[in-house]
């Protein structure tokens, strides 16, 4: 029994000595950094090494992503004005035809009869016109049979330019250049004012028509340059707006806005989808900086630049946020040292080594 309170004894005395020795080797730490905070630069931290950015002007374009399709420049359905009987088809199928070159005949022959008869007719009556005036310059007729005579060789020239027209019309010629489609019709086929001949279209400018959400519409501008890209392809190609449409759809709530592409090789095609990537401001010395170097505060938010070798708080501004960087709209200047690591740890004043990154 002795010996077992003997050993809970020693246990006892052991932890004791233990707690006592802990006690004084804390004090001791507590007394020398207190002591280190008061000694001047042999007390002081080191500097902390962080990464930076140097604030530098440059060309920043605010932008949405909007989808469209394309339209040709012209496009119209060929038809016929009058029916009649196919004499001559003068295009191949997909070829470029020229403004005003003739693609369809028309029978023709009953309309050729009758504008030479009434040449016939003209002509007799425009003699006996001739033969009243001078009978009326000296007195052998009355005023009013002249004027019988000019009113019937009005008449009938009014009738042989109604049938020239009707001639006309019976040629079916290209309204502008363009590449005609493929044709629906046969020589010798009885062709009707609603018989579709064939597509033609002009590719060379192309239009590309996209819809804007309203909240935009401010921002809009005709001769903005966008970009954009066709299903199937990672080119891009450049197109400038050249029309907004002067109200808002109540539907979609969206504006629409048309641009103009060049398209010498034909490669975009009338019906095809696009992708439009449409800028909305454009500021050519904006300041940008990366997004992890942004603090939020309650107020708003901040950043930390290096100044004489110390972290310095400074309030900014931002706009536009981007995957990896954001616009600040006041707060920076122009070669300011903005750090980018280590943000959410440092306090105002501490000394700071800072690393330039290059690759921003």
Do not use: C, W
Not at 58 to 66: E, G, H, K, L, T
């Amino acid at each position: 029994m002795k010996v077992k309170y003997i050993v809970y004894a020693i246990v006892i005395i052991s932890l004791g000595v233990l707690v006592a020795y802990r006690i004084i080797q804390n004090k001791k730490k507590d007394e020398a950094t207190a002591s280190g905070k008061g000694g001047g630069k042999a007390g002081s931290s080191r500097p902390v090494q962080v990464s930076g950015i140097v604030a530098t002007p440059q060309r920043f374009s605010d932008a949405i992503a909007v989808s469209g399709s394309i339209d040709a420049n012209e496009q119209v359905q060929i038809r016929s004005q009058v029916s009649g009987l196919v004499k001559g088809i003068y295009f191949k199928e997909g070829s470029i035809v020229k403004e005003g070159q003739l693609l369809i005949q028309i029978d023709n022959q009953e309309l050729e009869a009758q504008l030479s008869q009434a040449l016939t007719r003209e002509k007799l009556s425009a003699a006996n016109e001739e033969r009243s005036r001078k009978l009326l310059a000296v007195e052998s007729i009355s005023q009013q049979e002249y004027d019988v005579a000019l009113a019937d060789l009005r008449a009938l020239q009014a009738q042989t330019r109604l049938i020239r027209a009707q001639l006309e019309k019976t040629q079916i010629r290209a309204p502008f250049t363009g590449t005609i489609g493929l044709r629906a019709i046969s020589v010798g086929e009885y062709l009707s004012s609603t018989t579709t001949v064939a597509n033609l279209v002009n590719t060379n400018p192309v239009k590309v028509t996209f819809s804007v959400p309203e909240k935009y519409m401010n921002q809009l501008k005709v001769n903005t340059e966008v970009h954009f890209t066709v299903a199937g392809s990672e080119k891009k190609y450049t197109a400038r707006v050249y029309a907004i449409e002067p109200r808002i759809d109540v539907t979609t709530r969206t504006l629409q806005l048309r641009a103009l592409a060049d398209n010498p090789k034909g490669e975009l095609l009338p019906g095809a989808f696009t992708s439009v990537e449409l800028p909305l401001t454009t500021i050519n010395d904006a300041i940008l900086i990366p997004t992890e170097a942004i603090v939020p505060i309650q107020d708003g938010k901040k950043v930390f630049v290096s100044e004489n070798g110390k972290a310095k708080e400074v309030k900014v501004e931002t706009s536009t946020r981007r995957e990896k960087d954001i616009l600040i709209t006041s707060g920076l200047h122009p070669g300011d040292t903005v750090l980018t690591s280590g943000v959410m740890s440092l306090k105002p004043e501490s000394p700071v080594r800072v690393v330039i990154d290059t690759t921003r």
